[in-house]
């Protein structure tokens, strides 16, 4: 008689996840999509601005899935990722408006 070993749901779609399969990625980053939106809407404060830190951030996850160790458990890397996502977010918006008072020429100084 052979048991059947049982695997909660992430486990089951990370080990997928990792082995390549984008629909058990998406189904991860389901479990967690609200509140990595919550997450991310508290840190910028605007919708348009969280869905392209989000959806950076799912990108990032997406590539680098492979080198997830379980150091963490996944909800949490995730976190970390679209907490970084939302810092660069930030990052940008900054230097845009850095740069948005200066003319192009005084963006770009000819070499001495």
Not at 61 to 82: E, K, L
Not at 85 to 92: G, K, L, P, S
Request: proline residues 5%.
């Amino acid at each position: 008689m052979t048991t059947m070993v049982r695997m909660e749901p992430e486990s089951l779609h990370l080990r997928k996840a990792k082995d390549g399969d984008p629909v058990a990625f998406t189904a991860l980053v389901r479990l967690y999509d609200p509140q990595l939106r919550a997450y991310a809407y508290r840190i910028l404060g605007d919708h348009a601005a969280m869905d392209d830190a989000l959806q950076n951030a799912y990108l990032s996850a997406f590539r680098s899935i492979r080198r997830f160790r379980g150091d963490a458990s996944f909800r949490n890397w995730m976190y970390r990722i679209v907490h970084n996502a939302c810092i660069d977010v930030i990052r940008r918006r900054r230097d845009d408006v850095e740069l948005g008072g200066m003319s192009g020429h005084a963006r770009h100084p000819s070499p001495p």
